[in-house]
Nanobody, 125 residues
Framework: QLQLVESGGGLVQPGGSLRLSCAAS????????IGWFRQAPGKERESVSC????????YYANSVKGRFTISKDNAKNTVYLQMNSLKPEDTAVYYC??????????????????WGQGTQVTVSS
């Protein structure tokens, strides 16, 4: 059974940090495009960051560039999203996803096949 499980969300003050984890089971992440997406109440799901299946190129949304870092540990079959200098506008449910598509472009959530259940991130004082 293919499964993605996110963890690491929570409540943090503005300027703080969190590290989200996405553990895969039933398949090997190394062969997939991997993405982090988020959805705030009343808003559409948006891409945050991803690692493509072509050359492992990375993408970051403009709103998180310089603050968030995506990484992958193949030995642990886990993807991480390190989030620093968090802002209230980063508040959302964060989802990780895996896709079998072959492309250097990885930010379109419609391309992804498998999704985790999501983890809530709340940035508030």
């Amino acid at each position: 059974q293919l499964q993605l499980v996110e963890s690491g969300g929570g409540l943090v003050q503005p300027g703080g940090s969190l590290r989200l984890s996405c553990a895969a089971s039933g398949f090997t992440l190394d062969n997939y495009a991997i993405g982090w997406f988020r959805q705030a109440p009343g808003k559409e799901r948006e891409s945050v960051s991803c690692i493509s299946s072509v050359f492992g190129s990375t993408y970051y949304a403009n709103s998180v560039k310089g603050r968030f870092t995506i990484s992958k540990d193949n030995a642990k079959n886990t993807v991480y999203l390190q989030m620093n200098s968090l802002k209230p506008e980063d508040t959302a449910v964060y989802y990780c996803a895996a896709g079998t598509f072959i492309s250097a472009v990885c930010y379109d959530h419609h391309d992804y096949d498998y999704w985790g259940q999501g983890t809530q991130v709340t940035v508030s004082s």
